[in-house]
């Protein structure tokens, strides 16, 4: 077994790379000892440009002594071949499991391009529109009246991560997320607004690691009081005495991706994903 703790990854499609990408790095995340340097190459549908994909990935394993890995989506069966031949570990993320289906279902797949992120549903398309639209709207508590058509309320402390949740919500799941900063204004009158409480069920209560926030936010504002780590543990601690006055579990985000979190506000809080969604 090679011991080596730095390798070269190509994630590679005749579209847009994405589910190479995600496939690609779900896998290798059980792998957190080696370093991956990761190259996406999209769009790889014609032999000529395939061919210039095999040399960039020979002159690399040349280089470093170590084939490149190669996780690719690529029904096309001649462009499928040339980067199966090239220099590298080449990893077809659909080939043995879409004939393993096709098996068990009796048929056989179209191995056509693009099928799964083309704009195959209408409505659901119109559906992600519309809630990134509504939390656009509603990120940071810019508007409150209409805090009743969300889907989920995302509350917190500033920079514990509401807005890339509430985004990523609204893109992958097509739900509206609206969020709220506590404020300086809501520590002082020691209570959530009434808007939010008459919405309870939507609530989405975080906390973080005050290191973390302090972290985060020194990025933002370095030096400040803001970023202080005396400021970050206040706030957070004043943010708990509301959450239990309220009866509110809040979901730690200090360690959690967008992603991770994401899920679990999901199947946390009995909201609806869009049927074309994965979780």
Do not use: W
């Amino acid at each position: 077994m090679q011991n080596n703790t730095k390798r070269t990854v190509f994630f590679v499609s005749e579209s847009t790379g994405i589910t190479a990408e995600t496939l690609g790095n779900s896998l290798l995340s059980q792998f957190p000892h080696i370093e991956f340097t990761y190259h996406q190459r999209s769009f790889i549908d014609t032999e000529k440009k395939a061919n210039a994909l095999v040399k960039e990935i020979a002159e690399i394993s040349e280089k470093e002594g170590f084939r490149p890995l190669v996780f690719a989506t690529m029904p096309e069966t001649q462009i499928n071949q040339i980067l199966k031949d090239a220099d590298c570990h080449y990893y077809e993320v659909f080939e043995s499991i879409l004939d393993k289906i096709g098996h068990d279902l009796h048929t056989e797949p179209t191995r056509e391009s693009g099928l799964s992120h083309g704009l195959v549903n209408e409505k659901t398309y119109d559906a992600r529109i519309d809630a990134l639209n509504y939390t656009l709207m509603h990120d940071d508590a810019m508007v409150l009246k209409t805090l009743h058509e969300a889907d989920v309320i995302i509350v917190g402390v500033s920079r514990s991560g509401k807005t890339p949740t509430s985004l990523y919500l609204a893109l992958k799941f097509g739900i509206k997320a609206a969020n709220y900063p506590i404020t300086d204004d809501d520590f002082d009158r020691d209570e959530l607004p009434a808007v939010l409480l008459e919405n309870k069920d939507k609530l989405v209560t975080t906390t973080i690691k005050a290191k973390r926030l302090q972290q985060i936010r020194e990025k933002r504002r370095p030096n400040s009081q803001y970023s202080s780590l005396q400021t970050c543990k206040t706030e957070i601690k004043k943010a708990h005495k509301l959450y239990e006055r309220y009866g509110l579990e809040p979901l730690d985000v200090t360690t959690q991706s967008i992603e991770e979190l994401a899920a679990q506000i999901v199947r946390s809080h009995s909201v609806t994903p869009l049927k074309d969604s994965l979780i």
